[in-house]
């Protein structure tokens, strides 16, 4: 079974400080592939970057980066420069690539607010 | 990109009515849906999975005579909620999934819909 653990609820920093929000999962399958959402307060879900399980490097779009470990079987997501626009929750997600399991398990999320 | 419409965003209904939530995918054949409800402040929690065409196949703890899922074409899932009651107030948001290659990986989620039984 597939399993997204986020363990931190909520964080706060101050705008433009840097913030990094953790993911961890645990799969059986050597093929797998991690997803981050945004989740803003209107409720929509903001797909942010998907990485599959052979691919370990890291990856930069603007202010966001993000750092896959297979070792660690972690899946962190980091903001630079924060801005009060990023102030959503944060989903990590899993998927299996073998056909006829592809859904999506979900972390908690992590509410993240960014103080102007 | 790939789009999901979902209708309607919110609902109020009384108890012991029926809604019924629709998604739709504008300019893709969505083959899968998956269907999620999310409680305040939770996670998104999958209830079924649907391929056009077959029955839904729900997961553990989800009542499959409560939550009615149709999934009769590629374009259109539907999922009634059957005698409402006030603890089945959610937010509920669909996904559709096609073939590999469209925006967001397979993954294309609706913009949820906010059900409030009273």
């Known amino acids: 079974a597939q399993k997204v653990t986020q363990a931190q609820t909520e964080i706060s920093v101050v705008e433009k400080e840097d913030v990094t929000l953790d993911c961890v999962y645990e799969t059986r399958d050597t093929t797998y592939y991690l997803f981050w959402y945004k989740q803003p307060p209107s409720g929509e879900l903001v797909f942010l970057i998907r990485r599959n399980s052979f691919d370990e490097q890291n990856e930069i779009s603007g202010r966001y980066s993000w750092n896959f470990q297979k070792s660690t079987s972690s899946f962190n997501f980091t903001i630079t420069a924060s801005q009060v626009v990023d102030s959503a929750v944060y989903f990590c997600a899993l998927s299996e690539a073998h056909f006829g399991n592809e859904k999506l398990t979900f972390g908690t999320g992590t509410r993240l607010t960014i103080i102007p | 990109g790939a789009v999901v419409s979902q209708h309607p965003s919110w609902v109020i209904c009384k108890s012991g009515t029926s809604v019924k939530i629709e998604c739709r995918s504008l300019?893709?054949?969505?083959?899968?849906m998956f269907w999620y409800r999310q409680f305040p402040k939770q996670s998104l929690m999958l209830m079924a999975t649907s391929n056009e065409g077959s029955k839904a196949t729900y997961e553990q703890g989800v009542e499959k005579d409560k939550f009615l899922i149709n999934h009769a074409s590629l374009t259109l899932s539907t999922l009634t909620v059957t005698s409402a009651h006030p603890e089945d107030s959610s937010f509920y948001i669909c996904?559709?999934?096609?073939?590999?290659?469209?925006?967001?990986?397979?993954?294309?989620f609706g913009s949820g819909t906010r059900l409030t039984v009273v």
């Open positions: 996904s559709a999934r096609g073939s590999l290659g469209e925006a967001n990986y397979g993954y294309t």
């Open positions: 300019d893709f054949q969505a083959t899968t």
